[in-house]
């Protein structure tokens, strides 16, 4: 996929990062200029404040649908009159799962399992690839490859997700069950953001 292939007012995510520091903006498409060059409105951006996006890594993220996001590397933002300008070559690729981004969750769910009955679970954490759940009942019986669905809400939003369990670890008197998703929400994105803005507010307060 391309980047000119994304429809203008499709949202995308920016992933700025340098050195060991990294930030996450939301953003939309405006206009497609060519394979590899868009205008960009950046959200939650006061108009009369200019960006400058120097001496730094830019990554673009878009999610469409239900399927795992497609990201572009190496990509480069220049301010112009009125707007910015993002480019971005060649074809993206789907997020590598193993460098997804995990954000705690501690918010109790519904799962539904091989016996098709919904029972009441912690949801541990999450990311783009994977999450885990805990059974403080000791309830549960879930073994490796084993296909799951949960659902629950937080930071205002509602998740669903199917998993398949990969690992069955015992915790602090808790059994642990980490899960690769096989079926990604389009809000899960957005979520996970809110959730990195919070956590990097806590460290820097």
């Known amino acids: 996929m391309k980047l000119s292939e994304i429809k203008p007012g499709e ?83 789907p997020v590598n799962r193993r460098n997804c981004f995990r954000v705690g969750v501690s918010a109790e769910g519904t799962m539904i399992g091989k016996d098709h009955q919904p029972k009441n679970v912690t949801i541990r954490d999450v990311s783009l690839s994977g999450f885990s759940i805990t059974d403080k009942f000791g309830t549960l019986d879930i073994k490796p490859n084993d296909l799951i669905k949960i659902e629950f809400e937080d930071e205002e939003t509602k998740i669903k997700l199917e998993g398949r369990a990969v690992r069955v670890a015992e915790q602090d008197n808790k059994t642990i069950y980490g899960f690769v998703i096989t079926s990604i929400c389009s809000n899960l994105s957005p979520y996970i953001m809110v959730k990195q803005r919070k956590m990097s507010k806590t460290r820097n307060s």
């Open 11 to 93: 949202n995308i995510i920016l992933v700025i990062s340098k050195d060991t520091k990294r930030l996450q903006m939301e953003a939309h498409i405006a206009e497609n200029h060519s394979e590899v060059s868009s205008s960009i409105v950046l959200h939650n951006q006061a108009e009369n404040k200019r960006l400058v996006f120097d001496n730094v890594d830019i990554s673009v993220q878009y999610q469409n649908g239900d399927t795992l996001p497609i990201q572009w590397n190496s990509a480069t933002i220049t301010s112009v009159p009125g707007k910015y300008e993002l480019r971005a070559k060649g074809e993206g690729k």
